[in-house]
């Protein structure tokens, strides 16, 4: 006679839990996935942005600038060597795909434009720099679409 009280296995309503939570994990990480990507784009815009500035700060310190921004560009800065990946490709897409530049605002300012996708990308960053050092006065975002963050260095 076979017992069958010492045959193991899971019940049907233990398997309905067991997927019930699964599902409600997956639809946690499915609503979270947008701010996920958002937030890996913001983390690449700050680090191009720091990269843009380093450039641009060392461009001024050449010798041959003698302490000048005149004549910077996003283009001079790829032309001269300066590690501003992935701008020495000649375009100035940056990772939201839009534009960033740079251009002399005066001999010892530079402004630093990047354009964003969305306004809270680039109100975050504008947070990072507020205070940073090199960035004179406080960053701003502005526009409709796409949003612009713009700031002086020295």
Not at 6 to 31: D, K, N, Q, S
Not at 42 to 56: F, L, M, S, W
Not at 102 to 126: G, K, M, N, R, W
Not at 141 to 154: A, D, K, M, Q, Y
Request: a negative charge; glycine letters at 10%.
């Amino acid at each position: 006679m076979v017992r069958f009280d010492r045959i193991r296995g899971i019940t049907l309503p233990e398997m309905g839990l067991y997927v019930g939570l699964l599902a409600i994990v997956g639809l946690f990480v499915v609503g979270q996935w947008g701010n996920i990507q958002s937030g890996v784009r913001t983390e690449q815009a700050y680090a191009e942005i720091v990269r843009v500035k380093t450039a641009a700060e060392a461009y001024r310190s050449a010798p041959a600038q003698a302490g000048s921004y005149a004549s910077i560009s996003v283009e001079v800065l790829a032309d001269n060597g300066y590690n501003i990946e992935p701008f020495t490709d000649g375009a100035d897409e940056n990772v939201y795909g839009l534009d960033v530049s740079v251009a002399s605002s005066s001999d010892v300012d530079a402004t630093i434009t990047y354009q964003f996708d969305a306004e809270a990308d680039c109100e975050q960053l504008v947070d990072r720099l507020t205070d940073a050092v090199g960035v004179k006065g406080t960053p701003a975002c502005s526009g409709t679409g796409p949003h612009l963050l713009t700031f002086v260095i020295e």
